[in-house]
Nanobody, 115 residues
Framework: QVQLMESGGGLVQPGGSLRLSCACS????????MGWYRQAPGEQRQLAAV???????SYADFVKGRFTISKDNAKNTVYLQMNSLKPEDTAVYYC?????????WGQGTQVTVSS
């Protein structure tokens, strides 16, 4: 059973940075795609960033230029470096992975941007 475990969330001031990590219980090399979604209170879950098996990233417009997704196959971990954080980035961030028709989700990590 694939397990994804996020870490690195917390409280940060506007303009600050956080680095989220998503550790997988098994190899991530077999996933077609991995990524990060986020969900703010009362809103739908939305895609923030994804990375393909070859390492090509893609970003939602609202994080372009501020967030960077990366992965380390040797550590079976995906990262989301978040810079220049804004209050509107406040949300629960979820890691996900997809392999053919199967998708997997982590439990989420809270990110709060507030002064």
């Amino acid at each position: 059973q694939v397990q994804l475990m996020e870490s690195g969330g917390g409280l940060v001031q506007p303009g600050g940075s956080l680095r989220l990590s998503c550790a997988c219980s098994g190899s991530i090399a077999s996933f077609n795609i991995m990524g990060w979604y986020r969900q703010a209170p009362g809103e739908q879950r939305q895609l923030a960033a994804v990375i393909g098996s070859g390492g090509t990233p893609s970003y939602a417009d609202f994080v372009k230029g501020r967030f960077t997704i990366s992965k380390d196959n040797a550590k079976n971990t995906v990262y989301l470096q978040m810079n220049s954080l804004k209050p509107e980035d406040t949300a629960v961030y979820y890691c996900y992975a997809a392999r053919f028709r199967d998708t997997y989700w982590g439990q989420g990590t809270q990110v709060t941007v507030s002064s």
